[in-house]
Nanobody, 126 residues
């Protein structure tokens, strides 16, 4: 089992920044890919960013490319999502997820992930 705990959400004005954290514990050696997803009210969960557990590869949704950065602190088994230039469309509950399936592909599909955190709310005001 892998446990994921997110933190760092909050209220920020448009144009501001936030950094989300996702601390992984348990059988972290089984993780291959970590992902961030978000879900706004009335919308489906959507992919935001992903990173190979080794940190070698990353991927981003077009809507956040150039504004968000996903990275990992190897020593702390923590994955971060640095979010800059936030706008109101970024308002959502953000979830981190872990996949134990090998291969860095289809990382944008929620079904590929085995473990999910509880989510953290990000609200961007205009």
């Amino acid at each position: 089992q892998v446990q994921l705990v997110e933190s760092g959400g909050g209220l920020v004005q448009a144009g501001g920044s936030l950094r989300l954290s996702c601390a992984a514990s348990g059988r972290t050696f089984s993780i291959y890919t970590m992902g961030w997803f978000r879900q706004a009210p009335g919308k489906e969960r959507e992919f935001v960013a992903a990173i190979r557990w080794s940190g070698i590869s990353t991927a981003y949704a077009d809507s956040v490319k150039g504004r968000f950065t996903i990275f990992r602190d190897n020593a702390e088994n923590t994955v971060y999502l640095q979010m800059n230039s936030l706008n109101t469309e970024d308002t959502a509950v953000y979830y981190c997820a872990a996949s134990t399936r090998s291969g860095f592909y289809s990382y944008d599909a929620p079904i590929r992930y085995d473990y999910w955190g509880q989510g953290t709310q990000v609200t961007v005001s205009s």
